[in-house]
């Protein structure tokens, strides 16, 4: 099979958008019968993942079935080099063969992935030292003030027609929604998380609040909008910022906010308030200690903060392809990670609250809207970009629905502020949820 030539999509109206290494799909089918040790190696490689129940049909035709169970899923490799990739670093060359079209599926994409990462969750306890060192996930890129503004753009500058595509209607949140009940739409969802976290801020008009990664500003105009809060809101994507700029205009919420084009390490004053949601995702675990620091002199005495992340149970790298080809430098911290941060700047913690099934049932929102509309997702960028973004929505899902990610909300104040609530019942005295959305 003659080499793949490595190049980029491109946003038609974004010279330098895509954020996946693109190859061209390889369909052909090799022209020669599997080698008898090509099957061991596929029934190794099963055996090690902790034997899902899946089949796999090789490019000549031929099966090779799961043992002792009945197969569930499908998964055909269109050539020998695709079988060699996968054994050899199956965390980086699955999603690199599917998004090529060298690797297909028959099953649903999502539940094939949470028994894949069910089966080896309890696989891996018994790798021998050798494969954990040839399959391990490497660090993720460094995260300091010039990389950060890198890694952002690969993901987020895609362009933001592209993320009107399969966000939310109301506010485009990319971050987990809150739902009260299974019923609730995205946008019911969306407005709800945004107004779940306004109360554990306690905000009341004539606040002050600083807002670290701001998205497409959805947050800032809500706070702004229903709780009469002065906000400051910082973030290193011009695309997100441009979009938020003119929604805070149209919305006549401009005297309330400024939008600020930077780096969250260079935020300046003391607030009543400090939240972010879904950036420490992008911070490093190196540079915790710092944002530790900034936190704790951007609260004021009485200050609340809250942070919104992504984490895990434990310590563990990001999956390699979703750090290479989706999200760089990208670090979901585990929970005592996530209190380190607190520990640092001896702050209190009073809160925190795992959003996990909420993750996993938004992802599949934001799954449905994408699957309706992958033709037009195509013809903007190309197919290869289409099957990479569906296989990240799919692979979130099933993380959360698995359990290897968590999404944690974690509150705290100054170790010594006494002006607090008794109790956290005044949260939940009527629902988040807006009416007639």
Known sequence: MAQSTVRRTHHPEQATKSNVLSLPLERSQADRDPHSYERWLIGKLMRMAGAPPVRFRLWNGDCIEPEQQTPRFTLTLADPKALYSLVANPNLAFGDLYSAGRLELEGDLTDFMEALYRAVHSARQKWPKWLNALWKNHNPRATGISEAKENIHHHYDLGNAFYQLWLDSAEMQYTCAYYEDATKTLEQAQLAKLEHVCRKLRLKPGMTVVEAGCGWGGLARYMARNYGVTVHSYNISREQLEYARA???????????????????????????????????????????????????????????????????????????????????????????????????????????????????????????????????????????TRAWKLYLAGSTAAFRAGSLQLFQVVFTHGDNNQLPQSRQDLYTFPATPEGV
């Open 247 to 385: 929604e805070a205009e149209k919305q006549g919420l401009g005297q309330l906010i400024t939008y600020v084009e930077d780096d969250y390490r260079n935020i300046k004053g003391q607030y009543d308030a400090f939240v972010s949601i879904g950036m420490l995702e992008h911070v490093g675990k190196e540079n915790y200690p710092a944002l530790s620091e900034l936190i704790k002199r951007s609260l004021k005495p009485g200050g609340i903060a809250l942070l919104h992340s992504i984490g895990r149970n434990r310590p563990m790298l990001m999956n390699a392809w979703i750090e290479k080809r989706i999200f760089p430098g990208a670090y979901p911290p585990s929970i005592g990670e996530f209190m380190e941060i607190c520990e640092h700047g001896d702050f209190s913690v009073l809160d925190v609250e795992n959003l996990r099934l909420h993750y996993a049932q938004t992802l599949s929102h934001w799954m449905d809207n994408f699957t309706a509309n992958q033709n037009q997702i195509t013809q903007m960028y190309d197919e290869h970009f």
